[in-house]
């Protein structure tokens, strides 16, 4: 008995780790995330950078790199409804959603391969 309780804590933290890497794995980062600025690049370096990378370019597996042709409307859908591993984002909203919209498909993350 005594081994075991010796283990206790560390299973304990085993469990907290366990679980939050499965809650950030499905519920993915934060979509209550609130815009202070309408600066796209602003935006995407405070709630995108984490998951999409730099450029882009995506990270490993788990988060793969922009399609090079999505469109504008694709982005909105995104950051509207988001997806299995990626939160809505529903405060952003409005023009500062058109203009990340717009940044994101027009600018250089499509051309992260090149
Ligand atoms: C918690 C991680 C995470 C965060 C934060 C995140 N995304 Fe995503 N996003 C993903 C994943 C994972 C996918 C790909 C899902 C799939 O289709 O398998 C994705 C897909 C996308 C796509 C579609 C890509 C394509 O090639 O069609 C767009 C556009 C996108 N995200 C935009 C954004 C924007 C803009 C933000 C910031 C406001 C953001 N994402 C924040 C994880 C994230």
Known sequence: MRKLTKWLPFMALMATIAGSSLYLFFGGGNGYYKPATADPAVIYRQACVEC?????????VLYPAFDK???????????????????????IRGDTLMILARFIADHGYLKHKE
């Open 52 to 60: 999409h990378g730099k450029r882009g370019e995506g990270k490993g």
């Open 69 to 91: 042709y999505m469109d504008e409307e694709d982005v909105l859908r995104e950051i509207r409804e988001g997806n299995w591993r990626m939160p809505a984002f529903r405060y």
